[in-house]
């Protein structure tokens, strides 16, 4: 439903438009310049072994969405993620966050 196949990659060991502060947590997301549900996805994944915040820093302006009145949703349980400071991720897991 999301079109993955048309979306450009970026993953978290060359781009630093989305990072998290957390040990362990690392930021990998996709962007879309044809339709698509949504703009960005990112991808939280939790290398470690304790649940962690997910500690996001979005460079908005990197993310291609500054100035830009967004929304953050959770794909693997639906809704609004309505404040991302409370987003935690399990440990060797990972979530997936879609921004329109």
């Known amino acids: 439903d999301i079109n993955l196949a048309d979306a450009k990659f ?3 060991w060359f781009s630093d ?3 998290s ?3 362990n947590v690392y930021v990998s997301w996709y962007e879309w310049k044809s339709p698509s549900p949504y703009s960005r996805l990112l991808i939280v994944g939790n290398l470690g072994r304790k649940e962690r915040k997910a500690a996001l820093k979005l460079d908005r302006e990197k993310l291609g969405i500054a100035g830009k009145e967004v929304r ?3 794909l693997w ?3 609004e993620i309505r404040n991302l400071n409370d987003l935690t991720v399990q440990s060797s897991r990972f979530r997936l966050i879609g921004i329109k």
Request: aromatic share 20%.
């Open 10 to 12: 970026h993953g978290y």
């Open 17 to 19: 438009a989305a990072k």
């Open 21 to 23: 502060d957390s040990s």
């Open 72 to 74: 953050f949703y959770d």
């Open 77 to 79: 349980n639906g809704g």
